[in-house]
């Protein structure tokens, strides 16, 4: 994607490469081509996320869930650069500076019995975040579990417009999600009629 956007010419993306080898397994393409300069995070962080089709987050804008945070080993959160901001019904929010790390991702799948959807962060803002996470107290820590549940209380659900086609609409919304065949519809309006 850096060479089909003309981001990097052939020879500095096969000087990038060749750095990397130097550096190893553990070290990322992208962060090679950042630290080298030959491109911004800002403009590594789009592309990352336009490929891999993750969204790409402002850690500062969410209260980290402390039960999400406490699923998962520190050691093991600074490592791989991941940052577990929600724990909802089985389902953990991850913020990842490499989203196309799929062996964490089941890795974390697997330490939490949970489903992870991921979304793309900076890795220092990821290590910024667990570092202030980790200089709360408890207290602070529930404090904000509470002040994140009164924002995320359910609003008051907007009422359903009236219409004669109310009817029709409903029942198209079933079959098509399967939940009822159009001939279950049918037989169920012929008893209604006798």
Known sequence: MVKDNKLLSEDKLRQAIEYKKKLGPDVGLADVMVRLGFINEKQMRELVAQSESVPVIDISEYAIDPEAMEKLPR???????????????????????????????????????????????????????????????????????????????PAEPKPIPKSPHLAEVLAEILVERGLVTREEITARLKTREL
């Open 75 to 153: 050691d093991f959160l600074r490592n791989h650069g991941v940052l577990p901001l929600a724990d909802e019904k089985g389902k953990i929010l991850l913020a990842m500076a490499e989203p196309v790390d799929l062996e964490t991702v089941e890795e974390i799948q697997f330490m939490t019995n949970c489903l992870v959807e991921t979304a793309l962060a900076p890795r220092d803002q990821i290590r910024k975040a667990i570092e202030e996470y980790d200089s709360l107290s408890p207290h602070e820590r529930k404090a904000r579990v509470w002040d994140a549940a009164a924002h995320m209380a």
